[in-house]
Every structure is written in C-alpha cells, then in structure tokens.
C-alpha cells in the first residue's frame, strides 16, 4: 500500500489509520477499491507533492487521508450515490471533527476536495494538491476498474497536473 515504507509518513498519519472509526471505511467500496485504499493513496501522493514543494506536508498527508472519512450505507441507490457527490465532503468535515482535531487548513482540504464539482474553492495550495491528487487517483482506479478505455484520459489528467504545477513553481 502506498506510503507503508515511508517511515516519517507513517509517524504523521498512525493515529488516523490506528483510529477505530477510520477502520470502518475499510468496508466501503470506492473507485472499485476500499474507500481505506483510495484515501491512503490521495494523501501518500499529495505528501510527496506538497514535501518536495516545501509545503506544509503534515497538513497534506493528515487531511488528504480523511477528505472521503465518511460512513455510508454498504448498498445505496443510484440517486444516493449521486447525491453523495456533492454532499460527501461536508460530511466527511463533520466526522474527521468528531474523531480529530482539525486545521483550518486541513478542514479546507477535506471541504473543498471536490472543486470544481462542488463550489468551495481551495483556499490554500494545499487545498488545491490534495483535489488535482483525488482527480487523478480516481481516475487511475476508475481505469483500473474498467479497463484500458480511461487509460488514456488518466495520462492526459495526469501530464496536464504536471504541467500546471510546473507552471505554477516558476
């Protein structure tokens, strides 16, 4: 799993993923993978990114791993699933609250993951990593679930972050 090895990211998130009610979400389906694995990788890969832009990586790694901590049901309808787009990450600010204390900082990760979808807009590039990061890791598992049709649009996704945060570095 993405960010095992990494022993100072591990120290960072070991109360989270050692958290009781974090657990649970091991058993909700996502992506086609654990909602538990898709939340590790969002916030493994966003810590790299905010570390070697010597952004506050604590912060990332913490509210990249909770900006889907939320419960469901295990069988919901379309209509819920829909739903649960635009609702999830208010939801998902409410449950870190009542498990973590939360950052402003890392409150606005969790809130704002879905932009454009949703309306929030990221108020801090920390924000802004962790929402390109969950486009691209849904995208990926997205392709993984059905096949080489995404393949494409995950690279195109992928090489235009690249090019944006390279732009944005100068």
């Given at each position: 799993m993405a960010g095992q090895k990494d022993l100072q990211y591990r120290e960072i998130v070991e109360h989270i993923?050692?958290?009781?009610?974090?657990l649970k979400i091991k058993?909700?389906?996502?992506?086609?993978?654990?909602?538990?694995?898709?939340?590790v990788k969002?916030?493994?890969?966003?810590?790299?990114?905010?570390?070697a832009l010597h952004l506050d990586y604590e912060e990332v790694a913490r509210g990249g791993l909770l900006h889907?901590?939320?419960?469901?049901?295990?069988?919901?309808?379309?209509?819920?699933?829909?739903?649960?787009?635009?609702?999830?990450?208010a939801q998902?600010?409410?449950?870190?609250?009542?498990?973590?204390n939360l950052t402003k900082k890392e409150e606005d990760m969790i809130r704002a993951h879905?932009?454009?979808?949703?309306?929030?807009?990221?108020?801090?590039?920390e924000s802004w990593i962790?929402?390109?990061?969950?486009?691209?890791?849904?995208l990926n598992e997205f392709s993984a679930k059905c096949g080489f049709r995404l393949r494409f649009a995950y690279r195109y996704a992928y090489n235009l972050f690249a090019l944006l945060l390279i732009g944005f570095i100068k």
């Open positions: 993923l050692d958290n009781e009610e974090f058993k909700i389906e996502h992506h086609g993978i654990s909602r538990y694995e898709h939340s969002v916030s493994y890969y966003s810590y790299k990114i905010a570390k889907d901590f939320f419960l469901s049901p295990e069988k919901r309808s379309k209509k819920e699933r829909l739903t649960s787009v635009f609702t999830h990450p998902a600010v409410e449950t870190a609250k009542l498990n973590f879905m932009f454009p979808i949703n309306l929030t807009v990221p108020k801090y590039l962790v929402s390109f990061v969950d486009k691209g890791v849904a």
